[in-house]
T-cell receptor, first 113, second 109 residues
């Protein structure tokens, strides 16, 4: 139990579907992150939120839409995805933006058909 | 060339062996992280260090700032150590992490 919970763990969706990934942290951290991990590639940062404000959008296509309603919850809304978006999506949190240890969730394995 | 290079890419060891995984980086950093990723996907932070050496159980991490190099050592390796080990660095001004490609470790019994 890392204190960061992601749901769902697995998701299969068609290219026209709309779905959302959810992340919740119980650590009292102020910063939360979405990362993408594609097969045989290093982790790629997608978004960073600090105190519920988006502080970084790493050139992510608009078909990925993040939402951070409070410092404990982070969503990634998915719409009109492509098969190449199939990957493991990992949420992480840290005490403050880019300082301190990162705590990761278990990841959401997404398959786009 | 990636800013963070790990070696080896793949490593197979016999149970009980001493294991070393290396990480070299080419940028100024404020900290270096070693992470462990098990087959299920979840990632656990093992160490965050900016100088010297840290030890936790059978794991030891060292960093040489002048040489821009870090090593992760596992003593008395065990099959449950089988995982992907990832090195990541945070920039000189505490900005975003850059990740290595990972080292796939398999420990056989």
């Amino acid at each position: 139990e890392t204190g960061v919970t992601q749901t769902p763990r697995h998701l299969v969706m068609g290219m026209t579907n709309k779905k959302s990934l959810k992340c919740e942290q119980h650590l009292g951290h102020n910063a939360m992150y979405w990362y993408k991990q594609s097969a045989k590639k290093p982790l790629e940062l997608m978004f960073v939120y600090s105190l519920e404000e988006r502080v970084e959008n790493n050139s992510v296509p608009s078909r990925f839409s993040p939402e951070c309603p409070n410092s404990s919850h982070l969503f990634l809304h998915l719409h009109t995805l492509q098969p190449e978006d199939s990957a493991l999506y990992l949420c992480a949190s840290s005490q403050d933006h880019w300082t301190g240890e990162l705590f990761f969730g278990e990841g959401s394995r997404l398959t786009v058909l | 060339k990636n800013e963070v290079e790990q070696s080896p890419q793949n490593l197979t060891a016999q149970e009980g062996e001493f294991i070393t995984i290396n990480c070299s980086y080419s940028v100024g950093i404020s900290a270096l992280h070693w992470l462990q990723q098990h087959p299920g996907g979840g990632i656990v932070s093992l160490f965050m260090l900016s100088s010297g050496k840290k030890k936790h159980g059978r794991l030891i991490a060292t960093i040489n700032i002048q040489e821009k190099h870090s090593s992760l050592h596992i003593t008395a390796s065990h099959p449950r150590d089988s995982a992907v080990y990832i090195c990541a660095v945070s920039g000189e001004y505490g900005n975003k992490l850059v990740f290595g490609a990972g080292t796939i470790l398999r420990v056989k019994s």
